[in-house]
């Protein structure tokens, strides 16, 4: 099994910066990719950003590129999002989550929620207007 804790979520103001953590724990080689979604209330959860597990190749969803950046540490058992340029329509709980499966895979799986295994508990982004 693999464990995901996330971290870093918290109030901020618009158009300032929050970084997020996620460790992940446990059968940690047996993950290829770790990305990011988040959910607001009444909403469904969506995309974020993920990265694979060399950390070569990143995908974004349209509604953060160039604000948001997901990275990893050497080790590839931490994720980082770093977040810039916040707006009131990022506010929402954020999940890190794990995909098992070696590559190659179809790309459009990494985009959608059942393409992953494992889910953290999530970290609440707040963001003041």
């Known amino acids: 099994q693999v464990q995901l804790v996330e971290s870093g979520g918290g109030l901020v103001q618009a158009g300032g910066s929050l970084r997020l953590s996620c460790a992940a724990s446990?059968?940690?080689?047996?993950?290829?990719?770790l990305g990011w979604f988040r959910q607001a209330p009444g909403k469904e959860r969506e995309f974020v950003a993920a990265i694979d597990w060399s950390g070569g190749t990143t995908y974004y969803a349209d509604s953060v590129k160039g604000r948001f950046t997901i990275s990893r540490d050497n080790t590839g058992s931490t994720v980082y999002l770093q977040m810039n340029r916040l707006k009131p329509e990022d506010a929402a709980v954020y999940y890190c989550a794990g995909r098992s499966g070696r590559p190659p895979w179809d790309n459009r799986s990494v985009y959608i929620v059942g393409g992953y295994d494992y889910w953290g508990q999530g970290t609440q982004v707040t963001v003041s207007s």
């Open positions: 446990g059968r940690t080689f047996s993950i290829y990719v």
